[in-house]
């Protein structure tokens, strides 16, 4: 078990399944982390602009951009590419989670192989880093 203090550390959730959204958010706010969310990539820019993130879950499929759009955009601005993206999606083949790390995310997560709790363990482990 890693012992953490997150400091009120901000994670946004970028994701367009309300259940899923909710799910998580719910865990890592009863970890005591601050929580944006976002379910496409207006809502995503919006939230990157008026939060400061220190971690992004974000899913690949979603209405408008997709995610990986989103991880290039993040990691193209010089003021957020520091930022670790953990990509959450249910696409799980080779080619999904290359495009992804080659992207610049710091993580890739298939949801069905995850729980919540599992989540928020990654959460914790890469701010610890």
Known sequence: ???Y???KKEVLVIEDDLFI???IALKLKNSGFTIASAKNA?????????N??????????????NGLEIL?????????KSIPVIIFSNLGSDKDKKDAM????????VKADFTPS?????VKQMLSQ
């Open 5 to 7: 203090t997150n400091m």
């Open 42 to 50: 207006d809502e995503a820019e919006a939230a990157h602009t008026k």
């Open 118 to 122: 599992q989540v928020v363990e990654k």
């Open 1 to 3: 078990m890693i012992e």
């Open 72 to 80: 290039k955009r993040i990691k193209s601005d010089p003021i957020k």
């Open 52 to 65: 400061k993130p220190d971690i992004v879950i974000l899913d690949i499929i979603l209405p408008q951009v």
């Open 102 to 109: 080659d992207l610049g995310a710091a993580e890739y997560m």
């Open 21 to 23: 959204l909710d799910t």
